[in-house]
Structure formats: structure tokens, C-alpha cells
């Protein structure tokens, strides 16, 4: 495992155990169909399934970026399409948010978490707040 598999999967962790406090269930963690079709992280809170993509970097500056700043058009096209493939394969029907996690690790005790619930693409590039509540 390469230094940014390791860093990406620490984040998922720091996601999760974030997600479970504020009252999420993770069903699923990196479900993957194949090759361009994989979600980090699928929970579900109050009856409604939550598709949260996980960025993680060591440190965030003017050429790093925010680490939800990575989360672009293309991303969201992708997370769109691995929903689709698993609420088809499941067979659900809830109502459906997609919702970006960045995380700045430097250390076990010392990182940001910015959570970001039911974004798109123009949220993430110029606002970087989510709002408002989707369906697909």
C-alpha cells in the first residue's frame, strides 16, 4: 500500500468513526462494482441513504487545495453512476444524498474535518457549502 492508499483509507476511518457520532449507520465502506464505479462510504440516517466520497490530504495550502476540492464534475459523475448500480442492486428506493468529507491529517490527534451534506458540483467549486436536499 503506497503512502496515499494508506492516508485515504486513515481518512475513511476518521469518516466513519465522525459519521457513526452524529448518528449515521455505515452500511457499506469502498463498494465497488469495478473500475471507476466505487463509493467510500454509504450510511444511512433517518431512513435516507447518505453516498459520502472521503478526501483526505496531509496538508492543504494555495497548491494542494482543499481536499474537497478534488471532488469535481467528473467525480460527482462517477459517484452518480456507482448509486445508480448499487441502489439497482439492493433494490432501494430512499431518499438519496451524496455528501463529500475533507479531511487535513497531519496526525492521529491533530486533523479537520470539513463535512459537506447533499453537494454538487457548483457547491464544491465556488461555495463549498452543501444545501438543500436531492433526488437522483
Known sequence: MNHN?????????????YLAKNGYRILHRNWNLHRGCELDLV???NNELHFIEVKTRAKANDYTGRPEEAVN???LINIQ?????YTSYYHLNNEMHIDVIGIVYRNDNDYDINFMP???YYEISY?????GRRQF
Not at 81 to 85: L, P, S
Not at 127 to 131: A, F, M, N, Q
Open 5 to 17: 492508499q494508506e492516508l485515504g483509507q486513515i481518512g475513511e476511518e476518521i469518516a466513519g468513526d
Open 43 to 45: 450510511a444511512m440516517k
Open 73 to 75: 464534475k467528473r467525480k
Open 81 to 85: 453512476r456507482a448509486i445508480a448500480y
Open 118 to 120: 447533499d453537494v454538487s
Open 127 to 131: 461555495s463549498y457549502h452543501g444545501r
